[in-house]
């Protein structure tokens, strides 16, 4: 996590330096927020990966002599058959041109893309999946 907090402190670096540039010569406020807004998201990563680090050290890829098998493990579970997903992808089909031809088109969209996601997250609630 050491490299992506050096690469992040760059951006970070990259948008201060913008910033205070932009706002000495422009004197425009929007354009200045919004690179006050980039430096602080780009600090805000760079802490969280060298906080990151700093508990967990180095991690097997990091290290020279890091293994492959050192992170490997089982993935996690994939469901075999599931028609939530289909659901899910109609209901924001229907959402997305429910935008454009009215609010009932929309209100319907927006019912299935729930039922969908609703589906998806409770599809296997209660069942052991390991």
Not at 11 to 35: I, N, Q
Not at 107 to 124: C, S
Request: aromatic share 12%; proline share 5%; hydrophobic share 55%.
């Amino acid at each position: 996590m050491r490299t992506e907090a050096v690469v992040f402190a760059g951006v970070a670096a990259f948008f201060l330096a913008t910033d205070v540039l932009y706002a000495v010569w422009s004197r425009e406020p929007a354009g200045t927020a919004a690179l006050t807004v980039s430096f602080l998201m780009a600090l805000l990563v760079c802490l969280f990966f060298a906080r990151n680090h700093r508990v967990n050290g180095l991690r097997p890829e990091d290290r020279k002599d890091g293994e492959v098998r050192e992170r490997s493990g089982p993935l996690d579970f994939f469901p075999p058959h599931s028609a939530w997903p289909v659901l899910t992808a109609v209901g924001a089909g229907v959402l997305a041109l429910g935008v454009i031809y009215g609010l009932w088109l929309a209100l319907i969209g927006l019912g299935a893309l729930a039922a969908g996601v609703a589906g998806l997250v409770f599809q296997y609630a209660g069942e052991e999946t390991g």
